[in-house]
């Protein structure tokens, strides 16, 4: 076999990979309403700080026009929100030519079949992290997260998650849920089934107040600690959690003798940078190339929003 065949096989991996991914990833944003962004861009180094004026608590104060004496004043500061860029990769995957050979395929095939299945797994993989920082990120905030579990899942359970923004309710875009919390709250409250995405194993449906249902059986919705488990459901603003590829996506193919057949495998690795709205990274205490542990720690990420209006949203712990 031909070096220009490795050639070939890398290429439609890479174009598969590429355009499914972005393909899905643009319907995505569209049907979670911009709850969770997943976009391209180039971060470099292993964070990127994103810089905002906070918000002058008090600014407007009532005046004694007969007065005298001074006057506390106030601080304009700068904040800064720190996305952490996360590590990923796939295992050696061994794919022999001997094998396509024999049933009589080529390398266009088996590069594709590869690519389509690592975007639809990226994008898993991607869904999965910015729920799991956004979780860690609003778990214990009193203001905005509450454990409802002692009670049934129905449509109120939301609406009393979105009381807590307030006359900002508004700004809480969609919500993001385990499957089984969508079939408690439909089975009390929505006869809504109406589908506007699918990709793999999510799902985005919709309630009645044009709020997306972002339907996941993830992992990182599922709060194992008591028995039985208890599920997380998060009410969230637009850019709640932004997830951006670096566009670093590299491959090898290695091709080796010695075995009774010609073994070839392939590995891939790339990286995306992760963050959550009103909340960054702590440098400090979750340091660089976090693994699932520390993105998933609570003390990994600090608030530097002072409002709760200008977070990311809500969390609720539920059945």
């Known amino acids: 076999m031909a070096l220009s065949d490795l050639a070939v096989y890398s290429e439609y991996t890479y174009t598969a990979f590429t355009e499914t991914l972005a393909q899905q990833v643009d319907l995505f944003n569209a049907a979670s309403g911009g ?25 407007v104060r009532r005046r004694n026009a007969y007065g005298s004496g001074t006057v506390a004043e106030k601080n304009l500061e700068h904040l800064i929100d720190t996305m952490v860029k996360v590590a990923a990769g796939t295992p050696p995957v061994r794919i022999d030519p001997g094998m396509l050979h024999w049933i009589q395929q080529n390398e266009e095939v088996a590069g594709a079949v590869y690519g389509q299945q690592l975007a639809k797994d990226t994008l898993a993989d991607m869904l999965n992290t910015a729920l799991l920082v956004y979780v860690a990120a609003l778990n214990g905030e009193a203001d905005v997260y509450e454990d409802v579990s002692a009670n049934d899942t129905d449509f109120q359970t939301l609406l009393k998650a979105s009381s807590k923004f307030g006359d900002a309710s508004a700004n809480i875009a969609g919500w993001a849920m385990h499957s089984k919390s969508m079939f408690d709250i439909f089975g009390t409250a929505l006869t809504n089934t109406n589908q506007l995405f699918m990709f793999g194993s999510v799902n985005v449906k919709q309630d009645g107040f044009g709020r997306p249902f972002i339907v996941t059986d993830s992992p990182s919705l599922i709060n194992i600690a008591p028995t039985p488990d208890t599920h997380f459901i998060a009410g969230m603003v637009q850019g709640a959690v932004s997830v951006e590829m670096n566009g670093d996506f590299i491959q090898n193919v290695e ?9 070839r495998t392939i590995q891939s690795e790339w990286s995306y940078n992760v963050g959550v709205k009103g909340y960054t990274w702590d440098k400090a205490t979750g340091g660089k190339s976090p693994n699932d542990a520390a993105l998933g720690t609570a003390n990994n990420w600090d608030r530097t929003a002072s409002s709760v209006k200008d977070t990311a949203g809500v969390l609720l712990q539920v059945k």
Do not use: C, H, P
Not at 37 to 51: C, Q, V
Not at 255 to 263: A, L, P, R
């Open 255 to 263: 091709t080796k003798n010695g075995d009774e057949n010609i073994v």
């Open 35 to 59: 709850t969770m962004i997943l976009r391209s861009a180039a971060n470099t180094g292993d964070y990127s700080d994103k810089a905002f004026w906070a918000k002058i608590q008090g600014l």
